[in-house]
């Protein structure tokens, strides 16, 4: 069976050889996907008869959005911390202890509902790839549960025991780290595609970050760095020296930062709504645009900082926080975001592709920044299926 897509009024392909500038938009057109895969792509005046047929009415279509941070396992809420900012008191990441306790606390079947319920909640804004990361845990039994249960909703799973340094060890940080890098790096692998570490002043120095990071890529993890979100530091330049996928939240930048990105194949990827829920500076996405340095946005999805799961917010805070135009915004929530978890088959619209895809209640993909809180997912199809 096959089914045609038609009627489209603005197909964001991502391929620029396929159509007009960096979204390699076609007007007037039309999608096969067959077999969990786009088939074909093209103006709908050359389209072929198909199985079914779906009218998109005039709307845009858009790859489906690549969300490449995210903490979905977790227990317990902290809007009383939330409340707290706004109030105005400062962000210092302190409170991720508070989400450690209840989330040991909980069931596997507790931290399954909410993570299941996230992803549901993502999945109907058109998120359709998402990343999750385990940290929240902080033990041997709870990361390795952390990611087992992550793994039951997506591939993209990352090891962050090295999220703080949990209470039972404040006084013995070489301990815990020796910890995360022997019986608890064993126990999460099976379950983990990345690892990651908060390379930040209160969490884990560079020495610290470095010796946990080389040591998950010794076990064949890829390489995502929290970096530079509180303050600067040695993240960034870290994440490029390992060659990580991803330097994530790069709020606070140097220059020498900058080139180091410019001239590597790390993503920066932006997490805009964690700015919009501790009141911090926005990251400078112009400035990193215009130093030709690929840029994704992610939602940093958790209980604390940013408990937000919809990609379109995040297009439009960085539209009107970041500096960022609409087009490069939707390329960073698609394209940029299959950059960052290191995918070409997802993100883009292409024969060959994975058939993941949103259409808009809207013409174009400028609505999403142009008419930010609103509902404008229409359909969503994750491989080649059709969600009601």
């Given at each position: 069976?096959?089914?045609?897509?038609?009627?489209?009024?603005?197909?964001?392909?991502?391929?620029?050889?396929?159509?007009?500038?960096?979204?390699?938009?076609?007007?007037?057109?039309?999608?096969?996907?067959?077999?969990?895969?786009?088939?074909?792509?093209?103006?709908?005046?050359?389209?072929?008869?198909?199985?079914?047929r779906l009218d998109a009415e005039g709307a845009?279509?858009?790859?489906?959005?690549?969300?490449?941070?995210?903490?979905?396992?977790?227990?317990?809420?902290?809007?009383?911390?939330?409340?707290?900012?706004?109030?105005?008191?400062?962000?210092?990441?302190?409170?991720?202890?508070?989400?450690?306790?209840?989330?040991?606390?909980?069931?596997?079947?507790?931290?399954?509902?909410?993570?299941?319920?996230?992803?549901?909640?993502?999945?109907?804004?058109?998120?359709?790839?998402?990343?999750?990361?385990?940290?929240?845990?902080?033990?041997?039994?709870?990361?390795?549960?952390?990611?087992?249960?992550?793994?039951?909703?997506?591939?993209?799973?990352?090891?962050?025991?090295?999220?703080?340094?949990?209470?039972?060890?404040?006084?013995?940080?070489?301990?815990?780290?020796?910890?995360?890098?022997?019986?608890?790096?064993?126990?999460?692998?099976?379950?983990?595609?990345?690892?990651?570490?908060?390379?930040?002043?209160?969490?884990?120095?560079?020495?610290?970050?470095?010796?946990?990071?080389?040591?998950?890529?010794?076990?064949?993890?890829?390489?995502?760095?929290?970096?530079?979100?509180?303050g600067a530091g040695p993240g960034v330049r870290?994440?490029?020296?390992?060659?990580?996928?991803?330097?994530?939240?790069?709020?606070?930048?140097?220059?020498?930062?900058?080139?180091?990105?410019?001239?590597?194949?790390?993503?920066?990827?932006?997490?805009?709504?964690?700015?919009?829920?501790?009141?911090?500076?926005?990251?400078?996405?112009?400035?990193?645009?215009?130093?030709?340095?690929?840029?994704?946005?992610?939602?940093?999805?958790?209980?604390?900082?940013?408990?937000?799961?919809?990609?379109?917010?995040?297009?439009?805070?960085?539209?009107?926080?970041?500096?960022?135009?609409?087009?490069?915004?939707?390329?960073?929530?698609?394209?940029?975001?299959?950059?960052?978890?290191?995918?070409?088959?997802?993100?883009?619209?292409?024969?060959?592709?994975?058939?993941?895809?949103?259409?808009?209640?809207a013409p174009s993909h400028l609505h999403l920044?142009?008419?930010?809180?609103?509902?404008?997912?229409?359909?969503?199809?994750?491989?080649?299926?059709?969600?009601?």
């Open positions: 069976m096959n089914l045609l897509i038609d009627n489209i009024g603005e197909l964001v392909t991502n391929e620029p050889r396929m159509g007009k500038g960096p979204l390699g938009i076609v007007q007037r057109a039309a999608i096969l996907v067959e077999d969990g895969t786009v088939a074909w792509v093209g103006r709908s005046a050359y389209a072929q008869p198909a199985d079914r845009a279509v858009l790859p489906g959005f690549v969300d490449s941070h995210a903490h979905l396992v977790f227990a317990g809420d902290r809007a009383a911390e939330f409340a707290a900012r706004m109030a105005g008191e400062r962000y210092n990441g302190g409170g991720i202890r508070t989400t450690v306790a209840a989330t040991r606390a909980a069931s596997d079947d507790d931290l399954r509902d909410t993570a299941g319920r996230l992803c549901r909640e993502a999945l109907r804004q058109g998120t359709t790839t998402i990343e999750i990361k385990s940290g929240y845990g902080l033990s041997v039994t709870d990361e390795e549960r952390s990611l087992r249960i992550g793994r039951e909703f997506t591939d993209e799973t990352t090891f962050l025991g090295a999220h703080v340094v949990p209470a039972e060890y404040a006084d013995r940080v070489d301990d815990y780290v020796g910890l995360v890098c022997g019986p608890m790096l064993r126990a999460a692998a099976p379950y983990a595609r990345w690892i990651d570490v908060f390379c930040e002043q209160g969490a884990f120095d560079a020495d610290h970050s470095r010796a946990i990071l080389t040591v998950g890529q010794a076990a064949g993890l890829g390489v995502r760095v929290h970096a530079n979100q509180l870290l994440a490029v020296e390992l060659g990580a996928a991803s330097a994530d939240h790069c709020t606070h930048l140097s220059a020498s930062d900058v080139d180091a990105l410019a001239s590597s194949s790390t993503v920066a990827t932006l997490l805009p709504g964690a700015e919009f829920s501790t009141r911090s500076p926005y990251p400078d996405a112009r400035r990193l645009l215009d130093a030709r340095v690929t840029v994704a946005l992610a939602t940093d999805c958790n209980p604390g900082s940013s408990y937000t799961s919809s990609m379109p917010f995040c297009i439009a805070l960085a539209v009107r926080e970041m500096g960022m135009t609409p087009a490069e915004a939707v390329w960073s929530a698609t394209a940029g975001g299959a950059k960052a978890l290191r995918r070409t088959d997802i993100g883009v619209l292409r024969p060959g592709a994975r058939a993941d895809l949103t259409v808009l209640d920044a142009y008419r930010p809180g609103v509902p404008l997912i229409r359909h969503v199809m994750h491989n080649g299926v059709l969600l009601e």
